[in-house]
């Protein structure tokens, strides 16, 4: 299984962009989808996360300026992003942990961490 995450570009300070990040294979259970972000020269950092039961954790930078969600029968995840600042600025990393998924021939699978590619985002003037 692979995870796509899309949705990064050049934004204005002030701006929005929704993340996406999508799985190749139908999803049958998970436990928990977090966003990373990750600068150059600076470790991975945790910006947003969602467990199956619906609890949300972010990171204080982005409380109340970012919103992590999932769509069920899109096996996607997204991350909304408003009020974005120059800080913002950084690669994006979708994980998904303990994922359960259907493969090619329908047969149940199991992965306990997957991560996406990563997309850019980057927040100037």
């Known amino acids: 299984v692979q995870l796509q995450a899309s949705g990064g570009g050049l934004v204005q300070p002030g701006g929005s962009l929704r993340l996406s990040c999508v799985a190749s294979?139908?999803?049958?259970?998970?436990?928990?989808m977090t966003w990373y972000r990750q600068v150059p020269g600076k470790q991975r950092e945790m910006v947003a996360s969602?467990?199956?039961?619906?609890?949300?954790n972010y990171a204080d930078s982005v409380k109340g300026r970012f919103t992590i969600s999932r769509d069920n029968a899109k096996n996607t995840v997204y991350l909304q992003m408003n009020t974005l600042k120059p800080e913002d600025t950084a690669v994006y990393y979708c994980?998904?942990?303990?994922?359960?998924?259907?493969?090619?021939?329908?047969?149940?699978?199991?992965?306990?961490?997957?991560w996406g590619q990563g997309t850019q985002v980057t927040v100037s003037s």
């Open positions: 994980n998904v942990e303990g994922l359960r998924y259907s493969d090619n021939y329908g047969v149940s699978r199991y992965d306990g961490s997957v």
């Open positions: 294979r139908r999803i049958l259970s998970l436990n928990a």
């Open positions: 969602l467990t199956v039961g619906g609890t949300t």
